[in-house]
């Protein structure tokens, strides 16, 4: 009877470190952190922020929820994660782009076709956004002011240089910074938030490549029309 007790105690001990290894481990924390991330980032573009639950959350980065809770204090402390995840990512990749020594027409061009893939590798990140705004309108939104300061500014200022090098050189026409550079990237972003409707409208998938590569050199096109001056270099059937 005492072998068999403790038989047992030790297969039930087995059975709760195996389900706690699979479940996330603090010894893993970058592993663990990121897993949490991403399922986040899925569940805040389905769900949205009040719609959004954590233990969902958990069981899809297979960790325990004590862990979540661990490396984020609460679901808004997770969302704001997110938030720094999507807009973080995508000013890294754009500014790196914006530093480089180029052309105004070939920066602007370069920045445009950056900011574009990074959407295309990363669908989910334009539900987000969009919800953030959304939420923003209806609502406090106590991560907006962060957002706009950390992110949105410096991307703006940057561009908005741009745009009055290229004027000086002749190379833009003179455009308000403030019409054009939400224009530019509302050409760049609605495609990826009407996904959905292309779908049923088309029959076909608009997130497949060709259609990407399409949408891509067509939004290229556009903003080559609406900002220089002289022969559009994208007319001609070229690609930058």
Do not use: W
Request: proline share 5%.
């Amino acid at each position: 009877m005492y072998y068999l007790t403790n038989r047992l105690i030790n297969v039930m001990v087995m059975k709760t470190t195996l389900a706690k290894s699979r479940l996330g481990s603090r010894r893993r924390p970058e592993q663990s952190r990121s897993a949490i991330l991403h399922a986040a980032v899925r569940e805040f573009s389905r769900e949205g922020v009040g719609g959004a639950r954590t233990d969902a959350i958990a069981r899809a980065a297979r960790v325990n929820k004590a862990l979540l809770y661990y490396y984020y204090k609460d679901k808004d402390a997770l969302y704001g994660a997110v938030l720094d995840e999507v807009f973080g990512g995508l000013t890294k990749a754009v500014l790196e782009v914006l530093s480089r020594e180029l052309p105004p027409r070939e920066k602007i061009l370069a920045y445009a076709g950056a900011h574009f893939d990074y959407i295309a590798g990363h669908p989910l990140y334009p539900r987000v956004v969009q919800g953030e705004m959304m939420h923003a309108g209806r609502a406090a939104a106590p991560h907006l002011c962060r957002i706009v300061k950390q992110y949105f500014r410096p991307l703006f200022a940057r561009l908005a240089a741009l745009l009055a090098e290229g004027s000086a050189s002749g190379e833009f026409r003179a455009v308000d910074p403030l019409q054009f550079i939400p224009s530019m990237i509302s050409v760049i972003i609605f495609y990826f938030t009407s996904a959905p409707v292309m779908r049923v409208m088309t029959g076909e998938d608009p997130m497949s490549p060709e259609r990407l590569s399409a949408r891509r050199a067509a939004v290229l096109d556009f903003i080559s029309a609406a900002l220089f001056r002289g022969e559009n270099p994208l007319s001609r059937g070229g690609q930058e």
